[in-house]
């Protein structure tokens, strides 16, 4: 029998038209015309385009590699726009049609073999440097090292026990070559991007215990060594303390101005656009480009994206009500139970090495090291410090993952770890189901193979993998959850047809969604489908959210949970604590506030929302309540828009090993209303402390 070829209709193209070049430095790096791209090949039938649709059509994108005035880019959209797509397109990977519309022109050039004879090959003259999940959030290749999450805080030290010297030379390997590493050839530039990046104290600690900002610096370091001709940063300043944050902007200037590397940059739009970028990509909808070009010229209908901010946050005092609702001043306080957390003399050491508790502290007039912390049900807490200062440390104490928990004073739920005279200790099992715990760690061994549905539902799981035990009524909840957030879970929801009048169309959906309306009603099958891997990086940390709140458990620790967010998301997560499934957000576009960033540089404009009380909430039909009054509330964040308006007291851990001691405060009301409490957190005004 006689097979014929399959025939994959293409799109007519004219011939790619190629500028002459005056000069070989003339020629672009990376030069992209009309091309439309593919995750894989596209079929003849149009059946599997929605699982393959076409990555931003009728591309044009250059990246030159000299030009009269320097370009410094940044990719800006929401989250689940494309923006690590976008890098990936840059660097060459996906399906380009037509072939030739893609190239690097620059790359082929005698200067760059002059130069690096690697250089010649785009996935190394273009690196890239992300902290999602798909590129993992460890040092190490491939996945997270170790299987158990309290791996990092051992204090044996392995043969594969790599240090950050070590990562940084690129001696990664048991049985490394005896040629000489590329990397270890010019040690001024290793000095000067250690210092640079704040690592010089950290070279010799073992990548496994650095925290989640000390990875990110390490990260950047990494591939500024390697020289790329173009250095492109997957949100480079999420999860970075402010300290950090004004040291790596001006560095990062001064690396793009030099053009070693050049560097593209993608943000959030809530992020701060540092002042000297000056060329935006706007991603829009469905993989697609809204505007690129110069960012003062970009059409009025996008200008409200990106504006220049011209007052401090004081801006925002006018406001009654933070946004989740709650008055911005005063407000009844929530009323404080029995101590679920104490803690006294804490002091973590490695051998020498001092990561808290490294100070001497009053108690009723007595001078006694290290923490002294005390949490009592009902109080929510934010934990605030410089990246290494011990914040993950301090978590890892209370859900039991650090093997020093056992020896030092600390009391879980009125129980120690280990058993007393006439006390009992308290089991791992027991005190994991009393603690809903989302952060960076746990997405890293995540398993990623687990079903949208599975993730949620294992928060009743002993262990990632073990079956939960299910009921009922947590079937019921776990639905009510993925419907309350089908938008922003689910990448094939559309929203229902908006009727005429707008009374009906809010009397017959409980609830919207930026402009998109959702049926509590809806099958949740969809998420029987999902797996974690395949979900964005954002909607990754949404599920991990929601995991740690189902179960409504007596502490909910929240370390760094809205990070990768859109404003958008992240509000709606924190309308969803206060609230739950009884208010919900109204846009409200007529009005406008701006948000504080780092200095004078560019923030985004948001738009206010009016919070609403969903429908049947009044009647006592509620499907998922908010924080309970008996549970507490422990929040992890560098970003002053990611801390709920809940949150009234606050520690602030100074850096390691300077001896200060940690800072002790509280807020009559929400962060957010609050002129300069930002600063009063990290010492940059004068704040009342409290010896504990």
Same mark, same amino acid.
């Given at each position: ?22 000069t070989h430095s003339d020629a672009p790096i990376i030069s992209i015309y009309d091309a439309v791209f593919y995750r894989q090949h596209p079929t003849a039938t149009a059946q599997d385009v929605p699982t ?96 158990? #999450?309290?791996? *990092?805080? =051992?204090?044996?030290?392995? /043969?594969?026990? !790599?240090?950050? @010297? +070590?990562?940084? $030379? ?8 005896v040629t000489e590493n590329e990397t270890t050839r010019n040690n001024a530039v290793l000095q000067r991007v250690i210092a640079d990046l704040k690592l010089k104290d950290l070279v010799e600690m073992p ?16 591939? #500024?060594?390697? *020289?790329? =001709?173009?250095?492109?940063? /997957?949100?480079? !300043?999420?999860? @970075? +303390?402010?300290? $950090? ?374 009647g006592g039909v509620v499907r998922a309540e908010g924080l309970e009054e008996r549970q507490a509330l422990i929040v992890v964040s560098h970003v002053r828009e990611e801390v709920p308006a809940l949150v ?45």
């Amino acid at each position: 029998m006689r097979r014929h070829a399959l025939s994959i209709p293409r799109p007519r193209r004219l011939p790619v038209p190629r500028r002459p070049y005056s000069t070989h430095s003339d020629a672009p790096i990376i030069s992209i015309y009309d091309a439309v791209f593919y995750r894989q090949h596209p079929t003849a039938t149009a059946q599997d385009v929605p699982t393959n649709p076409a990555i931003f059509p009728n591309l044009t994108f250059e990246v030159p590699s000299s030009s009269p005035k320097p370009q410094h880019w940044a990719v800006i959209g929401p989250s689940s726009t494309g923006k690590t797509t976008f890098f990936e397109i840059l660097r060459g990977q996906h399906l380009c049609f037509p072939p030739t519309a893609r190239s690097f022109p620059y790359l082929s050039t005698p200067e760059i073999e002059r130069k690096d004879h690697r250089l010649r090959v785009p996935s190394h003259a273009i690196q890239y440097v992300g902290f999602s999940g798909k590129y993992g959030g460890g040092l190490r290749s491939g996945s997270t090292t170790g299987a158990y #999450l309290s791996a *990092r805080y =051992e204090s044996r030290r392995e /043969d594969t026990d !790599f240090s950050v @010297l +070590d990562y940084l $030379t690129g001696n990664m390997d048991l049985n490394p070559s005896v040629t000489e590493n590329e990397t270890t050839r010019n040690n001024a530039v290793l000095q000067r991007v250690i210092a640079d990046l704040k690592l010089k104290d950290l070279v010799e600690m073992p990548v496994e215990n650095l925290s989640n900002g000390q990875t990110r610096r390490a990260k950047i370091a990494k591939a #500024l060594l390697e *020289r790329p =001709e173009v250095l492109l940063l /997957d949100e480079p !300043f999420m999860g @970075l +303390d402010p300290a $950090t944050l004004k040291t790596l902007s001006p560095m990062l200037y001064t690396l793009a101005e030099a053009q070693a590397p050049r560097i593209l940059m993608s943000l959030r739009p809530q992020d701060p656009l540092p002042e000297w970028i000056t060329h935006v990509v706007l991603l829009g909808p469905e993989l697609r480009l809204a505007y690129q070009g110069p960012k003062g010229k970009a059409p009025n209908s996008l200008k409200k994206l990106v504006v220049t901010l011209a007052k401090p946050e004081s801006d925002i005092k006018f406001l009654k009500n933070s946004r989740e609702g709650l008055p911005l001043r005063g407000g009844p306080p929530t009323p404080s139970g029995e101590p679920i957390i104490e803690m006294r003399d804490v002091v973590v050491k490695y051998g020498d090495k001092t990561v808290l508790g490294n100070w001497q502290g009053s108690i009723n007039g007595k001078t006694r090291p290290g923490l002294q912390w005390t949490v009592h049900r009902g109080e929510r807490w934010g934990v605030f410090g410089p990246n290494g200062s011990g914040k993950t440390t301090l978590l890892s104490l209370i859900c039991s993952d650090h093997p020093q928990a056992y020896s030092l004073h600390i009391t879980l739920f009125s129980h120690p770890r280990l058993p007393r005279r006439g006390v009992p200790g308290i089991s791992i099992f027991d005190l994991q189901s009393r603690i809903g715990h989302s952060s960076p760690e746990i997405h890293n061994f995540f398993p990623k193979h687990l079903s949208l549905r599975r993730t949620i539902e294992s928060a009743w799981s002993d262990t990632f993998l073990s079956p939960p035990k299910l009921t009922y009524e947590r079937d019921v909840l776990v639905d009510t959850y993925l419907r309350w957030f089908e938008p922003d879970l689910n990448p094939q929801w559309q929203p229902p047809p908006k009727p005429k009048s707008e009374y009906t169309f809010l009397k017959k959906h409980q609830f919207r969604h930026g402009k998109h309306t959702l049926q509590l009603d809806n099958p949740t099958d969809w998420a029987d489908t999902l797996t974690f891997s395949s979900l964005p990086f954002s909607t990754q940390r949404l599920a991990l959210f929601l995991r740690a709140l189902i179960k409504k458990p007596d502490l909910v620790v929240l370390d760094e949970a809205f990070s990768g967010m859109d404003a958008t998301l992240r509000d709606k997560c924190l309308l969803f604590l206060t609230w739950g499934t009884t208010k919900f957000f109204y846009p409200q576009p007529s009005s406008q506030i701006m948000r504080s960033g780092h200095g004078k540089e560019f923030v985004v404009k948001e738009t206010p929302k009016e919070v609403f009380l969903a429908e049947g909430a009044e009647g006592g039909v509620v499907r998922a309540e908010g924080l309970e009054e008996r549970q507490a509330l422990i929040v992890v964040s560098h970003v002053r828009e990611e801390v709920p308006a809940l949150v009234r007291d606050w520690l602030c851990l100074p850096e390691a090993e300077t001896g200060e001691k940690a800072r002790f405060g509280r807020f009559e009301g929400p962060l957010e209303g609050l002129e300069g409490g930002w600063e009063r957190i990290w010492g940059e005004q004068e704040s009342v402390e409290k010896d504990r």
